[in-house]
């Protein structure tokens, strides 16, 4: 029967074996890991990126040790050692990443990145949306 249809007509079942027959090998772990070290150093360099903005626009500060306040804890303040830090691990993503792979992109993009993120994160056994950085 199937080879009077394809006499008859051979574009008839021309995706009967795509159809029934592929399948999609899963990729290896050490790929996911990649994809995901790859997300988290694009993810962590755009947060470091706007805390960097509001720095510059004085809406965030770096302090000293001596200045900085912990009781009662203030969001608007960086200690200059932890900041220093954060700078040294900025240079170090550019590096290891690229500059060209950082940024910017508009907010669909980052939906994107952060869903991805996501997603390879349930994958490896972490709760749905753990965008941690």
């Known amino acids: 029967m199937v080879d009077s249809l394809k006499d008859h007509n051979p574009d008839l079942l021309s995706d009967h074996a795509f159809e029934f027959h592929?399948?999609?090998?899963?990729?290896?772990?050490?790929?996911?890991?990649?994809?995901?070290?790859?997300?988290?150093?694009?993810?962590?360099?755009?947060?470091?990126?706007?805390?960097?903005?509001?720095?510059?626009?004085?809406?965030?500060?770096?302090?000293?040790?001596?200045?900085?306040?912990?009781?009662?804890?203030?969001?608007?303040?960086?200690?200059?050692?932890?900041?220093?830090?954060?700078?040294?691990?900025?240079?170090?993503?550019?590096?290891?990443v690229g500059i060209e792979n950082l940024g910017p992109w508009d907010d669909f993009e980052w939906g994107m990145l952060n869903g991805k993120l996501s997603a390879l994160r349930w994958i490896l056994g972490y709760d749905w949306d753990m965008l941690d950085t």
Do not use: C, F
């Open 22 to 96: 592929y399948s999609q090998e899963a990729r290896r772990l050490s790929e996911i890991l990649e994809a995901e070290h790859l997300l988290l150093r694009q993810v962590w360099y755009n947060r470091h990126w706007n805390l960097r903005m509001k720095i510059e626009n004085g809406e965030h500060h770096v302090v000293t040790e001596q200045d900085y306040s912990r009781n009662p804890y203030r969001s608007d303040q960086t200690l200059d050692t932890v900041w220093k830090g954060a700078l040294a691990a900025a240079k170090k993503t550019e590096d290891e």
